[in-house]
């Protein structure tokens, strides 16, 4: 090389450091993914699994690697950034089907799960696709498993 550098120098490390300085959470596993919105909006984002609680952040007008490598951020649009935060504790269902052999190939490209807790005084369930499935969903299962 003739000394210059050419890529960003990607700094995972930093992200994670300040997500658990700011959460008081210890991250146990992440991921790309994706949940569809009450308008039918599939909005991509960071599936994050904390020793507290399972997270799903939003960042508008940035793709998941700018929320991480903040020199490659674009201008965000008016839209708000969003982050649904269910604590373990209030986590009812953990559902993660199978996938068959018809499903895997005519299906969508990742796996999804739905997850249903306790809000407040009602009760909310979401579906949520998710693309590192087999670390993921693993983590998720063992963290509820171990809950109970």
Known sequence: MNGKQTKAKVDYDS??????EETGEEVQAKS???WRNSSGRELWGLLIL?????RFRY???KAWFTAIVPSARPQAGEEEALEIVV???DIKVFESPRRGFFEWLFGPPWPSFRLSWKEGDADRAETFMVNDSK???AAMDEALKARA
């Open 32 to 34: 790309m993914g994706q």
């Open 50 to 54: 904390t020793d507290k609680s399972f």
């Open 59 to 61: 960042m508008p007008g």
């Open 135 to 137: 670390k993921f969903l």
């Open 87 to 89: 604590p373990r504790t």
């Open 15 to 20: 992200y994670w450091k300040k997500f658990a």
